[in-house]
């Protein structure tokens, strides 16, 4: 498989709003399975992690607009990206995770150093900018 460099724009989508490995796991397994509702004991069997770690995920991706709730009485989600820009996002990184998972994955992990964050800073929009 061919690695990809990460272009700059997925790196600061990666950074801004992926929190973890298991997040981006299950945003990418939604977008695959775009059919299907999924409740947090469904996709904590899938990607072998807690309920609550699964109900995290899916509460967060509902916040971040990437996920809808299907149904409120089950909570039961799906991938529903608020915006085509984010949808596109959310493509072009399954794209780069599939022939980068690494350097992705350790991306993730990145973000709680230094670089990491000063890269993301220095795209934050500023008033004063």
Same mark, same amino acid.
């Given at each position: 498989m061919n690695r990809e460099e990460i272009p700059d724009e997925v790196k600061r989508?990666? $950074?801004i709003s992926i929190p973890s490995v298991p997040y981006l796991e299950a945003i990418l397994l939604l977008r695959r399975e775009r059919d299907r509702g999924w409740t947090a004991g469904e996709l904590a069997q899938r990607l072998y992690v807690s309920a609550k770690v699964a109900a995290e995920v899916l509460s967060g991706s509902a916040a971040?607009?990437?996920?809808?709730?299907?149904?409120?009485?089950? $909570?039961?989600?799906?991938?529903?990206p608020a915006s085509a820009g984010l949808e596109q996002m959310i493509d072009r990184l399954a794209a780069i995770y599939a022939k980068n998972l690494i350097d992705v994955t350790n991306l993730i992990h990145s973000k709680t150093s230094k670089s990491a964050q000063q890269f993301a800073d220095a795209f934050i929009w500023r008033k004063d900018g």
């Amino acid at each position: 498989m061919n690695r990809e460099e990460i272009p700059d724009e997925v790196k600061r989508f990666i $950074l801004i709003s992926i929190p973890s490995v298991p997040y981006l796991e299950a945003i990418l397994l939604l977008r695959r399975e775009r059919d299907r509702g999924w409740t947090a004991g469904e996709l904590a069997q899938r990607l072998y992690v807690s309920a609550k770690v699964a109900a995290e995920v899916l509460s967060g991706s509902a916040a971040a607009g990437i996920a809808a709730i299907e149904d409120t009485s089950a $909570l039961v989600y799906r991938y529903q990206p608020a915006s085509a820009g984010l949808e596109q996002m959310i493509d072009r990184l399954a794209a780069i995770y599939a022939k980068n998972l690494i350097d992705v994955t350790n991306l993730i992990h990145s973000k709680t150093s230094k670089s990491a964050q000063q890269f993301a800073d220095a795209f934050i929009w500023r008033k004063d900018g």
